[in-house]
């Protein structure tokens, strides 16, 4: 049985008005008290406990619970409860009011006036998983009504026993339910007026800020700043590990902010972590975004949030401008920040390349007037003053090409050329120009570096550009000596053509494809220019047989280091570790085998020096100890 209380007139003087009096005094006392605690609080929570605590007093019971409306949904969601001491909240919060099962809430919202259930384990319009979970016995619902709109229910019950609830009480709680709705109104347009106002003003500080770290990026752009320095003002600016990179994820630039720890660094690009799928998901899921947070992804190893920016040359996505969260969270005035970055970036990236570009085509210009003698001298050396190229300096030239002699067979750009050394080592000045069959690059000797030193570690710097070009299967190349001005330069080019021509002439498949001048020698005019199968058909008679047989490798070994010891027993011995007769046995041994005396005749040793360079050539020489370590010292020094 559930009872509704309907208020009806009575007579001027009767009894009724005497108890709506004392009703309406009892409920003003309350609100007093509610309206002075609305005075010093912006908490809902908190001003909801205060007007629970009051009309449990009004009503005379121990618990209190208060359901306000969400207007979305179209149901009552709990806020506060109160049983004595106790708050309820965390399992009213999870309650809600208002369901088709809720007839009890259904009556109140149709009359506006309070429902009373005595026996709330009997009565079919309360929900009974609600009952048994709170042991009801007996309950009264007060509405909360707000310009005729109830906006909230105030449930009251004795926990686990019974309570008579008069029409007294009814009529004390549906008054002050009505004047705390005016205030719970007022104080939850409040807190909504403050939350705008304090939003607005963090759009206006995030807009503030933004607009200063714009007008510091774009000041460093707009002075040719490089890439690393307005990277490392962004980190100081935002107070976060910055990082830029390519399309290939290559880490380009990385920035920290200062007193950040050691090491730190934006890794969501690099591997392990961007082969993960759920990193690779995050990023696909953004494809024309400027700006996005990812993570964190714990699986994946990625235990931070990260902003990513695509940074935009044109119609292609050059690379991504990638920033850490550290210390402090990310905010939507972050995101604006970052976009606006990103296009910096991109002007400034796009700005060097442009310069890098000019650059590039001016020392193209000079390299190719060098190299052909096709200018006046003075016109030449005056552009290489403008350039701040010294003609007196000392330098090498390599040239490379495609294996196939035909010209169009692949040549890589010289701008890629330049690029390659740039990055495989970025403190060596290089100038390289197409030229005919392929690209010819002047490279700067530095002042302490001693030229055959140069020689070799310029040929390991020169195989790695290369390597990243194209295959090594495609490519051949070779380094001059070191030469100086005009003149010196144009004798570099003349060497290194050569010797590309021997390796394009007799190197194999399984061949070397870089050779320096100083290793063929002068033997390189004569292989350049003769006829390929004659000289590669005297090498196969002069040593092919003992090429052929393991166990004459060593005569083939003593050969090589015979010749790199420029012909003296002494030094070959002392290479090789083994006494100067050895030396002169298996010498000897070779009389024997070709009939080449090479110690007294010097045609036999011209004839053995050109056989050695051609089977040199093809990759058919075993490697001498001395080879084997000057290689690893070479690949150091490179480095």
Not at 167 to 192: N, Y
Not at 582 to 601: K, M, P, Q, S
Request: proline share 5%.
């Amino acid at each position: 049985m559930s009872i509704t209380l309907e208020r009806a007139p009575a007579p001027a003087g009767g009894a009724d008005e005497l108890v709506d009096g004392a009703c309406l005094r009892r409920a003003c006392a309350a609100f007093a008290r509610v309206a002075a605690a609305a005075d010093d609080t912006t908490d809902i929570d908190e001003l909801l406990h205060v007007v629970a605590r009051q009309v449990r007093d009004l009503v005379g019971v121990e618990r209190c619970s208060i359901h306000l409306r969400d207007d979305s949904a179209g149901i009552f969601r709990g806020c506060v409860g109160l049983a004595g001491a106790e708050d309820l909240a965390p399992d009213i919060k999870r309650s809600l009011a208002g369901v088709p099962a809720d007839g009890m809430t259904e009556e109140l919202l149709r009359t506006r006036r309070p429902v009373i259930v005595p026996s709330a384990q009997d009565d079919p319009r309360t929900v009974k998983s609600t009952v048994r979970f709170w042991k009801i016995r007996s309950m009264m619902a007060v509405p909360m009504i707000f310009e005729d709109e109830v906006i909230g229910v105030i449930f009251l019950d004795d926990v686990d026993r019974p309570h008579h609830f008069t029409e007294e009480d009814a009529e004390t709680a549906s008054l002050f339910g009505d004047l705390a709705a005016t205030v719970v109104m007022q104080a939850q347009r409040r807190v909504e007026l403050r939350a705008r106002v304090d939003s607005t003003e963090r759009q206006i500080r995030a807009l503030r800020r933004a607009t200063a770290v714009d007008e510091r990026l774009s000041d460093l752009v707009l002075e040719g700043r490089s890439l690393h320095e307005v990277l490392a003002a962004l980190a100081e600016v935002l107070g976060k590990p910055c990082a830029v990179f390519g399309a290939d994820r290559t880490r380009v630039a990385c920035a920290t902010p200062p007193g950040a720890d050691d090491g730190i660094a934006p890794r969501l690009l690099e591997r392990p972590y961007a082969d993960h799928p759920e990193v690779q998901q995050a990023l696909s899921a953004h494809p024309d975004s400027r700006a996005f947070v990812v993570g964190p992804l714990p699986a994946a190893g990625v235990l931070h949030r990260y902003v990513v920016a695509p940074i935009v040359l044109g119609d292609d996505t050059w690379g991504h401008l990638v920033v850490m969260e550290h210390k402090t969270r990310f905010t939507g005035g972050d995101l604006l920040m970052l976009r606006r970055a990103a296009t910096l970036i991109a002007l400034q990236v796009s700005t060097e390349r442009k310069a890098i570009e000019a650059e590039w085509n001016a020392g193209s210009s000079l390299v190719s007037e060098l190299l052909s003698g096709s200018s006046d001298d003075m016109v030449v050396r005056r552009r290489a003053d403008r350039l701040g190229v010294r003609l007196d300096a000392r330098r090498v030239v390599a040239f490379i090409a495609g294996r196939d002699p035909d010209p169009g067979s692949g040549v890589p750009d010289f701008r890629a050329v330049a690029a390659a050394f740039r990055r495989v080592a970025p403190g060596l000045v290089v100038h390289a120009a197409s030229v005919h069959g392929g690209v010819a690059a002047l490279i700067e000797v530095p002042g302490d570096v001693e030229d055959a030193t140069f020689v070799r570690a310029t040929k390991a710097t020169l195989a790695r550009a290369c390597g990243l070009l194209r295959p090594a299967s495609e490519l051949v190349a070779a380094v001059s000596s070191v030469r100086a001005d005009r003149d010196g330069y144009r004798e570099a080019y003349t060497e290194a053509r050569q010797v590309v021509e021997c390796l394009q002439r007799f190197a194999t498949d399984g061949g070397p494809s870089i050779l320096s001048a100083p290793e063929l020698g002068i033997a390189r005019l004569l292989l350049a220019t003769s006829d390929a199968r004659v000289v590669a058909r005297l090498a196969e008679q002069t040593f092919g047989t003992m090429l052929a047989d393991e166990t004459k490798a060593d005569l083939v070994t003593t050969l090589c280091v015979f010749f790199d010891c420029m012909a003296s027993v002494r030094q070959c011995a002392a290479q090789l570790g083994v006494h100067e007769n050895t030396i002169r046995y298996r010498l000897d041994r070779v009389e024997e085998l070709t009939g080449l005396a090479i110690c007294r005749d010097p045609e036999a040793l011209l004839q053995a020096r050109i056989a050695l360079l051609v089977l040199l050539l093809q990759g058919r020489l075993p490697a001498t100890p001395a080879a084997a370590a000057q290689a690893r010292e070479d690949l150091e020094v490179a480095a």
